[in-house]
């Protein structure tokens, strides 16, 4: 009879210990950068949409971030996605990797690690094939994975894999076929996801907390708001108070936002862009909207986090800071 209750009552004790770590445990993989500047700061290039063989100004842009990259001695770069045009890779040994990415970003400057997320194109794809380690033996600066935390001195970049979100992707593909593998059921993987993000933001200490995605929530570009995001993932930014939504997917540069509140940057002018349409947007938000190729710059300090959008040849378009002792935002 004791025996019975013994085990009865350790396996309780084993259920509640399930229970517990299933809701207290997120499963986005970790990652540290180190901090080699001596006041702390971080200086970082953040672009996306770029991966068509040099085409479309890739080239002239990526020229570009490397003087750039110099300038300010950039720690790392953050890509947004839509990697390779226009429908991923075939496979970990598609040539596409090489004309797009190592043959193209070759300024000293940009040598530095790559974090990446995917974009819809690169759903098109072999999916695998851009998280593969392949890649990595191939390109030592490659990383890429679907959703994944980023850890780097005063800072916390989240970056969440927005494609399933997008519903139309899977009720009417068009003539597309995107590889869904290890996504479906996809509204399991869209409550995984938003459980374990949410975990993470909440335990995070940092000074900075960043959100990274490939698809707009607040956005005046050709593509419009994301609906999905604006129902499910805005909400737990807002609860979270996290301080950027850094994007690509329009190909343009934006920066809207309202003091005080959380700042939404697209920089997704990394190669084809000049779509020359433009959403109505409440002017006192719309701080910049830029049609063309360029990229963005962030300078993160304990203070306050400052960025700066280029052109295709340098110009800076628009710059911009936030400061964390009052939560404000001060335009250049």
């Given amino acids: 009879m004791k025996m019975g209750v013994l085990t009865l009552s350790v396996r309780l004790m084993f259920l509640i210990l399930c229970i517990f770590i299933n809701g207290s445990f997120s499963k986005l993989e970790r990652l540290g950068h180190p901090v080699t500047k001596s006041d702390g700061s971080l200086d970082i290039l953040v672009?996306?949409?770029?991966?068509?063989?040099?085409g479309f100004n890739q080239s002239l842009v990526a020229h570009q971030m490397g003087i750039v990259g110099e300038q300010l001695d950039i720690d790392f770069v953050i890509s947004f996605g839509d990697n390779f045009y226009?429908?991923?890779?075939?496979?970990?040994?598609?040539?596409?990797?090489?004309?797009?990415?190592?043959?193209?970003?070759?300024?000293?400057?940009?040598?530095?690690?790559?974090?990446?997320?995917?974009?819809?194109?690169?759903?098109?794809?072999?999916?695998?094939?851009?998280?593969?380690?392949?890649?990595?033996?191939?390109?030592?600066?490659?990383?890429?994975?679907?959703?994944?935390?980023?850890?780097?001195?005063?800072?916390?970049?989240?970056?969440?894999?927005t494609n399933p979100f997008v519903k139309?992707?899977?009720?009417?593909p068009e003539d597309h076929t995107y590889d869904w593998s290890n996504v479906l059921p996809r509204k399991k993987y869209i409550s995984n996801l938003l459980h374990d993000l949410d975990l993470e933001i909440k335990k995070s200490r940092a000074t900075w907390k960043f959100v990274v995605g490939h698809h707009g929530i607040k956005t005046a570009g050709q593509?419009?708001?994301?609906?999905?995001?604006?129902?499910?993932?805005?909400?737990?930014?807002?609860?979270?108070?996290?301080?950027?939504y850094?994007?690509?997917?329009?190909?343009?540069?934006?920066?809207?936002?309202?003091?005080?509140?959380?700042?939404?940057?697209?920089?997704?002018?990394?190669?084809?862009?000049?779509?020359?349409?433009?959403?109505?947007?409440?002017?006192?938000e719309l701080k910049l909207y830029y049609d063309g190729q360029g990229f963005m710059s962030l300078r993160i300090t304990h203070s306050e986090v400052k960025f700066v959008f280029y052109d295709i040849s340098g110009n800076v378009l628009h710059q911009s800071t936030v400061s964390k002792k009052s939560k404000t935002f001060g335009l250049f």
């Fill in 246 to 284: 850094i994007n690509g997917h329009d190909h343009c540069l934006q920066h809207i936002g309202s003091e005080g509140e959380i700042q939404f940057l697209t920089s997704g002018g990394g190669s084809k862009a000049w779509r020359g349409d433009i959403q109505p947007w409440d002017p006192k």
């Fill in 86 to 161: 226009d429908d991923g890779l075939k496979g970990d040994t598609d040539t596409s990797f090489e004309a797009s990415f190592s043959h193209i970003y070759t300024h000293p400057s940009l040598q530095k690690q790559w974090y990446s997320v995917l974009g819809n194109h690169d759903y098109r794809g072999n999916v695998s094939a851009q998280l593969s380690q392949v890649l990595t033996q191939k390109d030592w600066r490659w990383f890429c994975r679907r959703s994944f935390v980023l850890c780097s001195g005063m800072v916390e970049f989240f970056f969440v894999d």
């Fill in 168 to 172: 139309k992707y899977f009720t009417d």
């Fill in 223 to 244: 593509h419009g708001v994301t609906q999905e995001l604006v129902d499910q993932l805005l909400p737990i930014l807002e609860e979270n108070k996290v301080d950027l």
């Fill in 47 to 54: 672009f996306g949409d770029w991966g068509r063989k040099g």
